[in-house]
């Protein structure tokens, strides 16, 4: 038995913030406007672990007429996301992620967006892809006004499982 959710969040580009992505400060001359840091990443996988589990959604949860929410870190919301989630008897299995950009480049900092996302959601990095493309150039995202994401999560029943420790075993004389 599995579920599926599906996440999608855009946010238009600002001045005067940091550009925050996967948990990632990405260097660029404009950050994402939002009540909250604006990571889009975080809040379309968020989405989708929530939708996967019938559990409403980012806005529904994390209010952004609510202060405590004013400039929070996404990677917080999305580690409370991950216990409401397993609360409901489920983990999450792999996640794939697109996100549609036109600037700036993302390849470079992919690596380290997977690892953050993968922290905050207790699971091994490679259970978490992340995909950056371009809108050639088209609309609002090909005018680098602002970036789109989407977000796929498939979840399994949440077993406890033993830790994996590569290297040692003890049982073994
Ligand atoms: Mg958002």
Redesign the pocket.
């Known amino acids: 038995m599995i579920r599926v959710g599906i996440g999608f969040?855009s946010?238009r580009f600002a001045s005067g913030r940091p550009l925050v992505l996967g948990g990632v400060h990405v260097p660029y001359p404009r950050g994402l406007a939002?009540h909250?840091d604006?990571d889009?990443i975080a809040?379309a996988v968020g989405d989708a672990m929530l939708g996967a589990v019938n559990l409403g959604d980012?806005g529904r949860l994390f209010p952004n007429t609510d202060p405590a929410y004013k400039n929070a870190d996404s990677m917080a919301l999305l580690a409370d996301i991950h216990q409401r989630v397993h609360g409901e008897g489920w983990t999450l299995h792999q996640a794939d992620v697109t996100v549609i950009a036109e600037a700036p480049k993302l390849a470079p900092h992919i690596d380290a967006m997977r690892v953050r996302l993968a922290q905050a959601l207790d699971v091994a990095a490679n259970a978490v892809s992340i995909k950056a493309k371009t809108n050639e150039g088209m609309g609002f995202i090909g005018r680098a006004e602002g970036i789109a994401v989407f977000a796929v999560v498939t979840l399994v029943p949440g077993v406890e499982e033993e830790p994996v420790t590569e290297g040692l075993s003890p049982s073994q004389p």
């Open positions: 969040d946010h939002g909250s604006a889009a809040h980012i």
